[in-house]
């Protein structure tokens, strides 16, 4: 079971969600994840230590009783996504996953500064 943190203000990240969400549900898995949209229900985020500005910045995903941020969140997530469960020994192997979390982190900073530039939040 996976609890994923998003933000649908992001068009980008919405999107994405939502993808994840039909892959799941195509193939049945709808019960493994917790959907927490962060633009609707900011409350969510206290109890857990975790700030607005850094959820909305990466996508942050709760595996197995382990915060997962960013790209880790991004694997963890397609671990528990069919057709995508490919994609963790591509970009999760311990040679290109520094690789990885540099490009999710440069990519996650241009979307966050593009919508807070668009008046996002």
């Known amino acids: 079971m996976l609890t994923v943190y998003y933000n649908s203000a992001c068009p980008v990240c919405k999107a994405g969600i939502e993808d994840q969400r ?3 549900a195509r193939r049945d898995v709808r ?6 949209d962060i633009a609707c229900d900011t ?4 109890p857990l230590g975790l ?10 995903v ?5 915060m997962r941020i960013g790209a880790d969140a991004f694997l963890a997530l397609a671990r528990a996504t069919p057709g995508q469960r490919w994609l963790v020994p ?3 192997n311990p040679v290109i996953l520094p690789v990885t979390r540099f490009a999710y ?3 996650a900073d241009l979307l966050y500064w593009w919508n807070r530039r668009r008046g996002r939040w």
């Open 43 to 46: 409350d969510v985020l206290a």
């Open 90 to 92: 591509l970009l999760g």
């Open 22 to 24: 039909t892959r799941m």
């Open 31 to 36: 019960g493994n994840a917790e959907w927490v």
């Open 62 to 66: 709760v595996e197995d009783g382990q």
């Open 51 to 60: 700030e607005i500005e850094r959820v909305r910045h990466s996508l942050h």
């Open 105 to 107: 982190d440069r990519f």
